[in-house]
């Protein structure tokens, strides 16, 4: 037996209209359009190998001092110039 929850979602009325127009092309429910859509994206996203980000790192002793104490703007002063 497969027990269902209630729930409410708040979705774009174009992506409803288009949504409801679809089950009703393809002869179902709203409900089985989403639930299908779902398992779609939840089975796909559990194939999907996971990302990894390739270790760039280079050798230092860390961020330096002028940028610790100036904060953000240091750091964006010192990448594009003062006053940006």
């Known amino acids: 037996m497969v027990t269902r ?3 409410t979602i708040d ?11 679809e089950a009703e092309r393809r002869g179902t ?3 089985s359009l989403v639930e299908d859509g779902l398992r779609q994206l939840l089975d796909r996203r559990s194939q999907d190998e ?3 980000l390739q270790d760039l790192s280079v ?3 860390g961020i330096r001092a002028e ?3 100036g904060g953000h ?3 964006l002063d010192a ?4 006053g940006r």
Request: proline fraction near 6%.
């Open 5 to 7: 929850v209630k729930t």
């Open 11 to 21: 979705i774009a009325d174009a992506l409803f209209a288009e949504a409801k127009a």
């Open 29 to 31: 429910s709203l409900r």
């Open 50 to 52: 996971p990302f990894v």
């Open 59 to 61: 050798g230092g002793r």
């Open 67 to 69: 940028y610790l104490a």
């Open 73 to 75: 703007d240091a750091f």
């Open 79 to 82: 990448a594009y110039g003062p």
